[in-house]
């Protein structure tokens, strides 16, 4: 195997013939998935009366997109490497039509359930687009291509959220659903027309055993996590799910360890600079949320309440839209330092802009334009940050590992988030106000919160110091190759 994979990458890929373009597709595939993600905000107040559910239930919707995020996202990358980045890509965004189908054409819970599953399985587009990009793209379009790439998902949703609250505001929520099938059917096209194949595959036998154990451990972390605050962080069921994600991440970390083609290669990911970026990855994802969680609800609370700003989702999506675009600018800013002083400086200087965007909150939150000043800020810092990851991960693995490395590194982002919602929660649901009768997070929670968003800033700051320093932001996969 190892004479073929070097054979092969002495050849190496012809490079495409149109490199914008395939940059231009596989970015709109990330926003796409990502849009996924989002357009389901605007309505979860109502999924209960829309789907004669329980509002308990009906939450169901959105945490089975974050389960078979979770599983999707390593399983996919692995086979990947193993038999076409390309092919596994398409096979995501038909998953993510589907699902979209399916969901267009529910109107009870367990179809929308199914649905919202099989979108959650396309999460493994954005890392597959980066890894195909470090084997098609020159070396001198990487860094930008890749920053575009992975700054797509927090684009697709700033940008996504106005459009869903106005499409939910004005048309049947179904709608929502088809205009997401509408955008995966044209992705899929344009993959498939535009974006070539690459040659650098892993080869062997899928590693089944490794990904149940794996699938199994993140299930019940992440379902602990996500549904700890409705089932009581204290009761048997939530206890159970951490102990027994303890016990089988441990098993599972001795089984990859000894097996010969392991689903995770936990020894590269324990070097240096892998361990060190996924660790700031989680700080950054848990930052980069907290201000998700926080600003709409300020801008949606009543004025009455004194620090609510009283809008519309519709006009909450308007306002937080800009930092979507300052993202995605940011994102060509971020691969210029990066080609100049390398990912380590890049990484460390978005930490230091999200956390300085926080610091701003704290004292500037009681207008409209503070909410967009704040969002725009931490949106940038989050371009920066987002932006040097894929360097540092493909730097330091060799290229027939570069998707299962890319989807362990997006999946760090992604618990990032779930630990801020579950903590978020449970701050926002002690720190409280009464309001005619109800209660609501208080000022002093939102500003708690933030805070949080803050430390959780530098401490990415301070993991990201602990890096090796690099001048260049991705060896060429022959020398990576050569090392591993």
């Known amino acids: 195997m190892s004479h073929t994979l070097t054979r092969r990458r002495q050849t190496g890929p012809s490079a495409p013939s149109r490199p914008n373009g395939v940059v231009a597709v596989l970015a709109l595939a990330g926003i796409v998935v990502s849009l996924m993600q989002t357009l389901v905000i605007p309505i979860v107040p109502e999924l209960p009366n829309y789907l004669d559910a329980s509002a308990a239930n009906a939450a169901w919707a959105v945490t089975a997109t974050l389960l078979a995020a979770a599983v999707a996202t390593p399983v996919v990358g692995r086979l990947g490497d193993m038999f076409g980045k390309r092919r596994l890509l398409l096979v995501s965004i038909v998953l993510l039509v589907s699902g979209s189908v399916v969901c267009?054409?529910?109107?009870?819970?367990?179809?929308?359930?199914?649905?919202?599953?099989?979108?959650?399985?396309?999460?493994?587009?954005?890392?597959?687009?980066?890894?195909?990009?470090?084997?098609?793209?020159?070396?001198?379009?990487?860094?930008?291509?890749?920053?575009?790439?992975?700054?797509?998902?927090g684009v697709g949703g700033a940008l996504g959220l106005p459009a869903a609250a106005f499409i939910a505001d004005r048309?049947?929520?179904?709608?929502?659903?088809?205009?997401?099938?509408?955008?995966?059917?044209?992705?899929?096209?344009?993959?498939g027309l535009i974006v070539p194949e690459s040659t650098v595959r892993t080869g062997g036998s899928f590693d089944l055993l490794g990904s149940l154990g794996l699938s199994t451990a993140?299930?019940?972390?992440?379902?602990a996590v996500?549904?700890?605050?409705?089932?009581?962080?204290?009761?048997?069921?939530?206890?159970?799910?951490?102990?027994g994600a303890a016990v089988v991440f441990l098993a599972w970390g001795r089984y990859e360890l000894r097996t010969g083609r392991p689903l995770v290669d936990l020894r590269t990911t324990a070097r240096r600079q892998v361990l060190f970026?996924?660790?700031?990855?989680?700080?950054?994802?848990?930052?980069?949320?907290?201000?998700?969680?926080?600003?709409?609800?300020?801008?949606?609370?009543?004025?009455?309440?004194?620090?609510?700003?009283?809008?519309?989702?519709?006009?909450?999506?308007?306002?937080?839209a800009p930092q979507g675009l300052v993202m995605m600018a940011m994102s060509a800013v971020?691969?210029?330092?990066?080609?100049?002083?390398?990912?380590?400086?890049?990484?460390?200087?978005?930490?230091?802009?999200?956390?300085?965007?926080?610091?701003?909150?704290?004292?500037?939150?009681?207008?409209?334009?503070?909410?967009?000043?704040?969002?725009?800020?931490?949106?940038?810092?989050?371009?920066f940050a987002y932006g040097a990851m894929p360097a540092l991960i493909m730097s330091a693995v060799p290229a027939s590992e570069t998707a299962a490395a890319n989807s362990l590194n997006t999946l760090m982002r992604s618990m990032g988030t779930s630990f801020a919602s579950a903590l978020a929660g449970v701050i926002l649901a002690q720190l409280t106000t009464d309001f005619g009768g109800h209660a609501l997070p208080s000022e002093n929670g939102f500003k708690s919160v933030m805070a949080l968003g803050a430390g959780s800033a530098v401490?990415?700051?301070?993991?990201?110091?602990?890096?090796?320093?690099?001048?260049?932001?991705?060896?060429?996969?022959?020398?990576?190759?050569?090392?591993?």
């Not at 048309?171 to 993959?191: E, K, N, P, R, T």
């Not at 002083?341 to 503070?370: N, R």
């Open 104 to 153: 267009a054409l529910s109107d009870s819970l367990v179809p929308m359930i199914a649905g919202r599953t099989l979108q959650g399985l396309s999460a493994a587009v954005v890392p597959l687009g980066i890894s195909i990009m470090r084997d098609v793209l020159p070396a001198e379009r990487l860094a930008g291509s890749t920053a575009l790439m992975s700054a797509s998902l």
């Open 171 to 191: 048309y049947d929520w179904h709608m929502l659903f088809w205009i997401s099938a509408v955008l995966g059917v044209v992705a899929l096209a344009l993959v």
């Open 218 to 223: 993140l299930v019940s972390l992440l379902l």
């Open 226 to 243: 996500s549904k700890g605050g409705d089932w009581g962080w204290t009761s048997g069921t939530t206890l159970g799910l951490f102990a």
């Open 277 to 320: 970026t996924n660790l700031a990855s989680v700080a950054l994802g848990f930052s980069m949320f907290a201000m998700s969680l926080v600003l709409p609800q300020v801008l949606q609370l009543p004025e009455q309440t004194g620090y609510g700003l009283g809008r519309s989702m519709l006009a909450v999506g308007l306002i937080l």
């Open 334 to 383: 971020s691969a210029g330092i990066t080609r100049a002083k390398g990912p380590k400086v890049t990484l460390m200087i978005g930490a230091l802009v999200v956390a300085a965007g926080y610091g701003l909150s704290i004292v500037l939150m009681s207008e409209v334009w503070h909410i967009v000043l704040v969002a725009c800020v931490i949106g940038g810092g989050v371009g």
């Open 459 to 484: 401490l990415a700051f301070a993991l990201a110091s602990f890096l090796p320093r690099r001048r260049t932001a991705v060896e060429p996969a022959e020398s990576s190759d050569a090392q591993a």
